[in-house]
């Protein structure tokens, strides 16, 4: 038994558990077939058939009831004729109700029973098709309330009665009275207007005595009117004419009140039938229904009676079985867990010791089952655990040698780390400081940037104004050589006026004033072209070679001057004149040529300062740039220099949690060789 395996053990245990539970269970489906049985035929039979008899009994109710409705003469031809549907609906309901009853296994008595309540039904249902038929006639005649109608037509016939009666009693006493000469205003004549019906007897009788009541009361009208006259005889003559047509009109009323009769009638015989006929034969199928629904009641209760004694006789089975089950469970169970748990506890013994550390332990257990398999598992577990140990051991001496180490090289790397970063913060400050001044020095040569654009500016403005002096000049200069022509064309027309003479005269004297004016403009060329320095020297060579041809013209005419002095007198004062004018006229021309040759000048000069001003302002933009891209590239150099000193903190705290961990490494080679100590191997 000891060394039997495990499982073969629980096999055999469970097996013969299973066996009884077997047992046990194959009692119990036998029962519960038995059970089985009796419940469908309680809901297969019993229950359908209470529950068809049941609905049965409701719809032959309900069809009674609603037959019994019919007999009313208060219904309307709708409501009549809605109750006929619903009979019916309720008589197909019977049928389908009885046709799945009779459908039952019945016994021979609920088959008895069964032929005899349909025996009786057939009498009753003969009955109620009677009431049927009758209700079918009713509604032929259309008249739906005929009580009403009847009562009506009594008024409508004493009221015209009366009327006859107050006539006559008019005539003998002569009292009179009001109304009647109407035929819409009385009773019938108001009923008439809005009375309907599908009745042809009725129909016709309505339209019959329209001619008749209308006569009627146009005679009341009449001897009214002949009492009211005085016309006492001929008012009785005409109320013995009257006679006649309160016949008709009575005749009529009797022959409406024959159709009303005649509906009535219907009503009371559907009544009769119903209650008095039919009484007999619905008691006794409400009998029949009761002792069927009795019998089906009587045959479910023996069902579940012999529902409950099979019951108790499987559980009575069911309960030994169990005992029986339960002692052989507990023996079993004795047997097994005692094969079991001592090898168990002896293992648990010896996991005890290896938890304090004592690896020296082994467990007694020698047997063949899988206890002694795991019993000698853990006895190679312990050695192997042995090993280990000593291996950890030793590498945790290891552990700790190279822990200390570690820490020394993390130290030397924080020092180094931490004055690498010092030094870049000292040249990321200068770093700042330069990148500071460069800024300011872009800020200066952006304002002088500006300011020279302005000067610039202003040189072009001026420029221009200058350019246009000079066409200003030209065109005065134009002008006054006008005024020479003109002068010249004075002298010609004096010279006309008067003789040879006078014309050589003026000629002479003319050509001695451009040689006088001539010599002071060279003069003059020469003064300003002695101002302006290395850029007037052109002017002075011209200046020069005009001053020697103006000295030829002086000459030239001077030997004309002499040659003509005989005729000189009688021009002279034209002359004079002539030369005044072209004194004044030389004057204008001098200045006007004066201030051309300056305006010039001037605008050289500044055309020459717009150039410098340019070039400044390009320069300018030029240093204005480079200082841009040296602050940026300082801006460069700072925020590399930020980040070396980052990365540089960045390899202090590195360093740091180096040796952080090398300390907790060492602590932890420390802590495991206490570990491995507690063993004992």
Known sequence: MKNMKLVLKMSLGFGVLTFITLIIGLTGIGGLRGLQGNIEAIGDKTLPAVEHLLRVKSTIGDTISTLRMLASAELSAEDRKNLVLQIQELRA????????????????????????????????????????????????????????????????????????TKVGKMLLTGESFDGGTDAT???????????????????????????????????????????????????QARYKNLEPVVDMVFAHFQAMQDQANRAQEEIQNMNKLLMVESREGQDKLNLLLGRMVDLATQISSQVVTDTQTAA???????????????????????FLTRAITIPVFKGVDFAKKIATGDLTATVDVHQKDELG?????????????????????????????????????????????????????????????????????????????????????????????????????????NTTASAVLKAQGASVRVGELGQAAQEISAVTATITAISSQTNLLALNATIEAARAG???????????????LAQQTTKAAEDIRAKIDSIQSATAQTVEEITEISHVIGDMNDIVTTVAAAVEEQSVTTREIAQNVGQASAGISEINTNVAASSSMTQNISADIALVRQASEEMTMSS???????????????????LMARFTI
């Open 312 to 334: 108790s006789k499987d559980i009575t089975i069911a309960t030994l079985g169990l005992g029986i089950a339960i002692l052989i469970a507990l023996a079993l169970g004795f």
């Open 656 to 674: 740091q949690t180096v040796h952080q961990s090398s300390t907790e490494l060492s602590s932890l080679a420390e802590r495991l060789r206490e």
């Open 93 to 164: 309901a019977y049928r389908q109700s009885a046709d799945m009853y009779a459908q039952l296994p019945l016994t021979t008595d609920e088959a008895a029973l069964w032929q005899e309540f349909q025996t009786t039904l057939s009498s009753t249902a003969a009955v109620s098709n009677q009431v049927l038929e009758l209700n079918e006639r009713f509604l032929q005649l259309d008249i739906m309330q005929p009580e009403e109608l009847a009562a009506k037509l009594q008024l409508f016939h004493g009221d015209h009665y009366a009327l006859v």
């Open 185 to 235: 205003k009385c009773n019938y004549g108001q009923w008439s207007k809005t009375f309907s019906t599908s009745n042809a007897q009725l129909q016709s009788s309505i339209k019959a005595i329209v001619q008749s009541h209308q006569l009627f009361h146009h005679t009341i009208s009449e001897i009214k009117e002949l009492v009211a006259a005085g016309r006492m005889d001929e008012g």
């Open 373 to 477: 398999i795991l019993a000698q598992a853990l006895r190679d577990m312990v050695a192997r655990l042995r090993e280990v140990v000593t291996e950890v051991q030793a590498s945790a001496n290891n552990v700790a040698a190279g822990s200390t180490e570690l820490a020394t090289i993390a130290t030397q790397m924080t020092g180094a780390s931490t004055q690498t970063a010092t030094m870049a913060g000292t040249v990321s400050t200068a770093t700042g400081e330069m990148t500071d001044n460069m800024h300011s020095v872009s800020a200066a040569m952006e304002e002088a940037s500006v300011n020279i654009n302005t000067v610039a500016a202003a040189a072009e403005q001026m420029s221009a104004t200058i350019h246009e002096i000079a066409q200003n000049s030209e065109r005065a200069k």
């Open 534 to 548: 290395e850029a007037g020297r052109g002017f002075a060579v011209v200046a020069n070679e005009i001053k020697e």
